[in-house]
């Protein structure tokens, strides 16, 4: 698939841009904050719902406007599309808005207004690679997971309903413990609510664990693949998925990222962690003389025993980890089981690749890890994606740069931002639109007379 054309309107530092892509290989050059990333972003943006930067919608509207908008015409399984975005608000948009401050935002396929973002997914499939995915190694555990539960949506925008079924359920489960744990006894009829939520997170977070576990199966060969290419067979690359709740073995553990879907959390819960059981014991679990100090799981499953469990099989045993660590989760007004939590490690060569690997090699699993990505959306429609790469040779050493170069090639569209055009082969370069970026304003190129 390739995009076509790209029309905007007062979004991010943009008054009015119209931008023709070539259908192989596009160069955006600009100095540092020109436009740059705020031009893939809308591309992005179309073929995801939602900015992977923006906290608030209205951060997306031009400065000193009130009304935005971004069209993108495309060419994808044969048909001519169009994709677009607009955002509405009651009072012109500031870098220092006050945060009541709302963009009202619509999104339309061919012109049709969508009621939802799952009216949009799976229409424009693009693959982003910028500085950003060295998280991926570097980040915390939800890096690892939205790298793969965006992936899933992408590829069945169905699954879409599923993750924001559970992220609710969590949230809901969350705010219950919360209003248990200041009861100190749990009644019948607490119970059997906690039991309702307990059911919720397992239905759907059965579905979401067999996800990830299926598209991780696919994608290993691939990265597997890449890794040994890109480190001529020194390495090789494997990847696990941790079930953390099962890691769960006492009353402290350190999770950097347990608020994931809590917005109830603030810092004196937090304490609430560190404190020792002295004093009241918080936990209105009937087993709550028992130890802080361990907590056993009956069994602990593999990735590979997991993923052939039948679903009403994981169901149950999500069900029973919610049982075992029920008096914790209460203490913690958290919930502690389930996808929301897990993490995907990384090892090259059998060592953590966080912990060990070395920057260039932690460079090279990103890239292995995005041209797998690739090569999965290519193999389940058939059609190659669009990779938008942002300023991202300047992350990658001569060799890897012009491994990410031949490896894409002229079998799909790229759009590339840069700041300068060193580090990018000449035969690459020769047929490849160029157009400069700068303070918001593009001009169309040509390569020599920017080298
Ligand atoms: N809503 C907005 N209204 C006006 N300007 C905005 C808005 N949002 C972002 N900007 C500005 O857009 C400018 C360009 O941002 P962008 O991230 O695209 O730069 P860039 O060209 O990618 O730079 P770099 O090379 O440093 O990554 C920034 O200076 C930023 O302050
Ligand atoms: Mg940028």
Redesign the pocket.
């Known amino acids: 698939m390739y995009a076509k054309e790209l029309v905007i309107n007062n979004f991010?530092?943009y008054k009015q841009a119209r931008l023709a892509f070539s259908r192989g290989k596009n160069i955006i050059i600009?100095?540092?904050?020109?436009?740059?990333?705020?031009?893939l972003?809308a591309i992005d943006l179309l073929s995801s719902g939602k900015s992977n930067r923006a906290g608030e919608e209205r951060?997306?509207?031009?400065?000193g406007t009130s009304n935005a908008s971004i069209k993108l015409e495309y060419h994808a399984r044969g048909y001519d599309e169009s994709l677009s975005m607009d955002w509405k608000m009651k009072s012109p948009?500031a870098?220092n808005a006050v945060a009541n401050a709302r963009a009202q935002k619509s999104m339309f396929v061919n012109g049709v207004h969508q009621q939802s973002v799952k009216g949009i997914l799976g229409r424009l499939l693009t693959v982003s690679f910028s500085a950003e995915d060295l998280n991926l190694l570097r980040g915390g555990p939800k890096f690892r997971r939205d790298w793969l539960d965006n992936l899933a949506i992408r590829l069945h925008p169905s699954f879409h309903d599923v993750t924001s079924s559970y992220a609710k359920s969590v949230m809901q489960r969350n705010k219950l413990l919360k209003t248990l744990s200041e009861k100190g006894r749990l009644s019948v009829s607490d119970q059997d609510e906690l039991l309702v939520w307990d059911k919720q997170l397992a239905r759907f977070g059965t579905q979401i664990i067999k996800m990830r576990l299926d598209l991780l199966a696919s994608l290993l060969p691939i990265a597997e693949n890449e890794q040994t290419h890109l480190s001529r067979s020194q390495e090789k690359l494997t990847i696990d998925y941790a079930f953390r709740a099962q890691e769960l073995n006492t009353a402290n553990p350190t999770d950097e990222d347990e608020e994931d879907f809590s917005p109830d959390n603030d810092s004196s819960e937090n304490n609430l962690d560190k404190e020792s059981n002295a004093g009241g014991n918080k936990s209105a679990d009937n087993d709550n003389s028992r130890s802080t100090e361990k907590q056993t799981s009956a069994e602990v499953k593999s990735m590979n025993e997991v993923r052939s469990m039948e679903n009403v099989e994981l169901a149950k045993y999500l069900m029973k980890l919610m049982k075992e660590r029920r008096w914790l989760e209460l203490r913690r007004r958290q919930s502690l089981v389930g996808p929301h939590r897990d993490n995907l490690i990384f090892k090259l060569n059998g060592a953590d690749a966080a912990s060990y690997a070395s920057q260039g090699q932690q460079r090279s699993i990103v890239l292995s890890l995005k041209l797998a990505e690739l090569r999965r959306i290519q193999d389940e429609i058939n059609e190659a994606p669009i990779l938008l790469l942002?300023?991202v040779l300047a992350e990658l050493d001569e060799k890897r740069a012009q491994l990410l170069l031949s490896a894409v090639g002229d079998q799909m569209q790229t759009i590339m931002?840069t700041?300068h055009l060193s580090g990018i082969n000449n035969a690459w370069l020769a047929d490849a639109k160029v157009m400069t970026?700068h303070a918001?304003a593009l001009k169309e190129d040509t390569p020599h007379a920017t080298l």
């Open positions: 991010r530092n600009g100095e540092n904050a020109q436009g740059k990333t705020n031009l972003e951060e997306l509207v031009l400065w948009s870098p942002d300023d931002s700041t970026v918001g």
